[in-house]
């Protein structure tokens, strides 16, 4: 069973949680910074999984962002550029994985991610430890992380060969290239592109008729999909946090940061 979930709903000031005929909606409420994730984000986010797997009485579970992006990915200015990043990258040494990644993996009924637009780095990863995508026609996806100079996290290595196949797989993560919703489509890692002002309504419909199901036994079909299409991401999780770790300490991953916060090209030198 997963901990206890660290925050209640009422604390939330970045995650918006609420419940509706079984199906509870995880929104990511910082408009103002395109949905990034500060690490407050990363707590509620965790706990807001946690806490939905807890509730028997919810059976169904959508994730999406308040417009007018699903998620942008980490704050840069707070993770990467911050006086706490070099922090976090000195625990390199005991590597745990991302605890809202592992939240979302674990959690034990179905999430659909409603994608309303952006979904960048950690964004797209998300979207990716859901069980089923949904995009708006708005959307768009990157494994942005090498333009940082750094490897995803457990779900480009986990997840994405799985959804898409290893070779774009492989693509998308060496190439750290934007695709676009109907590009997402073709390539199979969203199932549906919609109007945009018809995104929420399709996610709800679909959570809808999964939450008149037997609940019990779409739990156990969701642990069996985990089981037979993707195994246990926890080894490749704390793999993906050490080599996070290592690769912080780089010159061109400071580059990486340093040329997205000035607004320049990044200029890489292999050290």
Known sequence: MPSPAKLAVADFTHTLFGVENHVATITLNRPERRNALNYRAYEELESAFRIATADPEIRCLIV????????SGDDVREIMAGPSSVARAERRADPRPTPAAMAALACEIPVIAAVNGAAIGWGMELALYADMRIASEKASFAEMFVK????????????????????????????GDLIDASEALRIGLVSEVVAHGELIAKARALATRIAANPPLAV??????????????????GRWAIQTIYRLMQTEDHKEGVASFLEKRPPRFKGR
């Open 219 to 236: 739990r156990a079909l969701k642990e069996g999909l985990r089981r037979t299409a993707y195994g246990d991401p926890e080894e490749i």
């Open 64 to 71: 999406t962002g308040a417009d007018p992006a699903f998620c």
């Open 148 to 175: 940082r100079g750094l490897v995803s996290d457990v779900g480009g290595f986990y997840r994405l060969p799985a959804i898409v196949g290893p070779a774009k797989a492989a693509e998308l993560l060496f190439t």
